[in-house]
């Protein structure tokens, strides 16, 4: 069914990292960051847009470093997805707080707190105008949240992946915030993205990805309005794609 929006895409899927829920601390969720995150989402649902969230865990855990510490490494990686699960929470509850309906689905079943991810219900879900988490990555270790966002995107057959990085515009060749002088790219393809290895996803991601001829926007989540204007597809940040 054709989404009637305002915007250039009908259906994304927003990939936070989980430090985009840090605000400014060192660890875990800020509420008030993450009000301010859903008061950004709520502006893109009000273009008509349907919208999908992956966020990562990475504010709480990360399993390949967790697994360096003497974790058992796909006990970390498990440990990953349910911090997933606890900012998938987080993020729903100062939605809807912002007015906005949402359902949690979650790769891994966790009924008490979370429906289980069914790609037809979370369609129909998407339909009737609620905002979809997906939580618990891709259910499988040794995978990453934004392999778990290019695949849901393929899955639900999304017009894009909106990837939002905290403090950083888009994609560089060097890291901006250590680099002097490093340069952002205003388009690449996902090759380029692949052969430079630039860091910014994960190659995997980046591959289905392209596979599936997904656009990919990498923008600053900390500005206002930027996810916004991304959606409208105003040229902000980085647009990965294959030209
Ligand atoms: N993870 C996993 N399978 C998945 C997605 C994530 O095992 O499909 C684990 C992995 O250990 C990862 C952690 O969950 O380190 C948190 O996800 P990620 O590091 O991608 O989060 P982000 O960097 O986006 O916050």
Same mark, same amino acid.
């Given at each position: 069914m054709a989404v009637q929006t305002k915007a250039k895409y009908g259906r994304v899927v927003l990939k936070l990292s989980g430090e985009a829920l840090l605000g400014d601390q060192? $660890? /875990? !969720?800020s509420p008030e960051y993450t009000r301010y995150l859903a008061e950004e989402i709520r502006k893109v649902r009000d273009l008509g847009v349907q919208v999908a969230v992956v966020i990562g865990g990475g504010n709480i855990i990360r399993g390949a470093t967790i697994a360096e510490h003497g974790i058992e490494e796909a006990t970390g990686h498990y440990m990953g997805m349910l911090a997933m699960v606890i900012n998938a929470l987080a993020l729903q509850s100062q939605l809807e707080s912002v007015g906005v309906p949402v359902r949690v689905q979650s790769? !891994?079943? !966790?009924a008490e707190v979370a429906e289980p991810y069914i790609r037809r219900r979370a369609i129909h879900q998407l339909e009737k105008g609620s905002v979809v988490i997906f939580a618990? /990555?891709? /259910?499988? +270790? $040794? $995978?990453t949240s934004d392999t778990a966002a290019a695949l849901r995107a393929a899955e639900i057959n999304a017009d894009a992946i909106l990837m939002g990085k905290n403090r950083v515009d888009g994609v560089y060749d060097a890291d901006p915030q250590v680099v002097r002088g490093a340069k952002k790219y205003d388009e690449l393809t996902y090759r380029d993205l692949l052969e430079k290895r630039l860091g910014v996803m994960d190659a995997t991601a980046a591959a289905l990805a392209e596979e599936r001829g997904i656009p990919i926007i990498v923008f600053d !989540?900390?500005? +206002?309005d930027a996810m916004v204007r991304a959606a409208k597809g105003e040229h902000i940040g980085t647009l990965v794609h294959s030209k």
């Open positions: 060192k $660890f /875990g !969720i790769a !891994i079943t !966790i618990a /990555g891709t /259910g499988n +270790p $040794f $995978f !989540i900390s500005q +206002p």
